[in-house]
Structure formats: structure tokens, C-alpha cells
């Protein structure tokens, strides 16, 4: 929450990473252990992207949140829950992302319209 309240992007990319490697290394599961250890060179210039919108946007408290009840699932061993949240934490991302592709890359671009 540190991270996310100083609005300092490496910290929070950084928190961010450590976070799911160790979930990935808990649950034992080298494919999300590898993704993890990917993501910085895969899909850091995405987060980068769009990082001011994110910060900036109605859904930015949700972003430290989600983590802690997550957190909570997992030391509370409710793994229903946990996937719930997780998976509701990757679309909030996704729908993050997607609204600033609309906002900020698409409005400018001219559809083609069929002749």
C-alpha cells in the first residue's frame, strides 16, 4: 500500500512481482513461477503504458486492496476465495487497460469503413 499511496511505479512493480512469485512458489506451480520471473521484460512496457491512467483512474484504491484480501484468503487456507479474488484482480487489470486503449490510443485512429 506504501508503494501504491507514494504512487511510485518501480516500487510498486517490484511489491507487485514479489507478491505473485511467492504465491506461484507456495502453490508450487513452476508455470506461474516462470511467468512471474517472464512478466518484467514481457509486460513491463505495457504496465509503464498506462500507468498514469491506472494511478489516476476510480479503480486505483482497488489496487493495493485486492492484494491484502487476497493475503487473507491464503492465511485464512479459504483457495475458493483466494481464486475469486484473483481472478477479479485480472480483469480489473484487463479493463484498466483496455479503458485507456480506448481513451488514449484508439479515439485518435480512423476506422476504415467497408466501401
Not at 500507468?51 to 484480501?69: I, N, W
Not at 480506448?102 to 469503413?113: D, K
Request: glycine residues 4%; charged residues 20%.
Amino acid at each position: 500500500m506504501q508503494a501504491v499511496d507514494s504512487g511510485d511505479f518501480n516500487a510498486m512493480s517490484e511489491t507487485n512481482k514479489a507478491l505473485h512469485m511467492a504465491i506461484a512458489h507456495a502453490a508450487n506451480n513452476p508455470y506461474f513461477v516462470g511467468y512471474y520471473e517472464r512478466l518484467p521484460g514481457e509486460g513491463q512496457p505495457l504496465l509503464h503504458l498506462h500507468f498514469d491512467f491506472t494511478v489516476s483512474s476510480p479503480t486505483a484504491t482497488k489496487l493495493g486492496r485486492d492484494h491484502a484480501d487476497m493475503i487473507d484468503a491464503i492465511a485464512r487456507k479459504h483457495a475458493d476465495a483466494a481464486e475469486k479474488l484473483a481472478h477479479e484482480h485480472t480483469m480489473l487489470f484487463q479493463k484498466r487497460f483496455l479503458d485507456y486503449m480506448r481513451q488514449n490510443m484508439t479515439e485518435s485512429m480512423a476506422l476504415l469503413q467497408p466501401e
